[in-house]
């Protein structure tokens, strides 16, 4: 969805290295999502944030951490990337009905 | 807790023929269940959702949804398959008491074949 864009597509570094996921949207929603995508696990969630100043923890929120710089942008960050953090993160929206998702295109990085 | 169990990781139809793709869930209170389909490369787009109402839930692309509560399912359905649907489906449950957050099964692919 060109509504929800995220940056880079595609990222490969290295263990211990620290790394920033971009994510932008020009919805207008208030609640923005970050998960990531590992083969026959479906999509976890890392954190979500409801407004600027109200940011969660999902299920797997331990390695990351978030900042939500503007309503329409929502950064995810890997303080110190470990190989088992390859993995595709999708970032998503949705209004305060929370009815539905929006997904950005994805970005798939690897841990070397 | 809720969550959400796709049992097939995979699912072979030919081009033409109907298609399941199943799903149950297990959650506290009423369900909000949704189905996205995930195409190569691509974000999750929604197809559908039930909140109330009718059992059958019509969606995007021809897809429709029977909700059970007996059985605790949610499948997903199409009349006839086709090439262009083959792709990876997410049956997903909004959590009960945390209406923010999202529960994914863990994906089925469904392969349509000419």
């Known amino acids: 969805d060109a509504d929800v864009t995220q940056t880079p597509r595609n990222r490969i570094t290295k263990t211990g290295k620290r790394i920033m996921l971009e994510c932008s949207q020009t919805?207008?929603?208030?609640?923005m999502y970050w998960y990531r995508q590992d083969p026959g696990l479906g999509l976890r969630l890392i954190y979500y944030s409801f407004d600027v100043k109200d940011i969660n923890k999902g299920e797997i929120s331990d390695g990351y951490s978030v900042s939500r710089q503007a309503q329409a942008k929502f950064s995810l960050s890997l303080e110190s990337a470990i190989p088992n953090q390859t993995a595709l993160y999708f970032c998503?929206?949705?209004?305060?009905?929370?009815?539905?998702?929006?997904f950005g295109p994805g970005t798939r990085l690897t841990v070397l | 807790a809720q969550s959400v169990a796709q049992p097939e990781d995979q699912v072979n139809v030919a081009e033409g023929n109907p298609l399941t793709v199943k799903c149950t869930y297990s959650v506290s209170g009423n369900p909000y269940l949704f189905w996205y389909v995930q195409y190569p490369n691509r974000g999750l787009q929604f197809l559908l959702k039930?909140?109330?109402?009718?059992?059958l839930v019509k969606g995007s692309y021809g897809f429709e949804a029977e909700f059970n509560k007996s059985q605790t399912s949610f499948h997903l359905k199409k009349p006839s398959a086709l090439v262009s649907d083959s792709a990876l489906y997410f049956c997903a449950v909004r959590g009960s008491y945390n209406f923010n957050k999202f529960y994914f099964g863990s994906g089925t692919k469904l392969n349509v074949k000419p």
């Open positions: 998503a929206t949705s209004d305060t009905t929370a009815l539905e998702q929006f």
């Open positions: 919805k207008g929603h208030d609640r």
């Open positions: 039930y909140i109330t109402g009718d059992n």
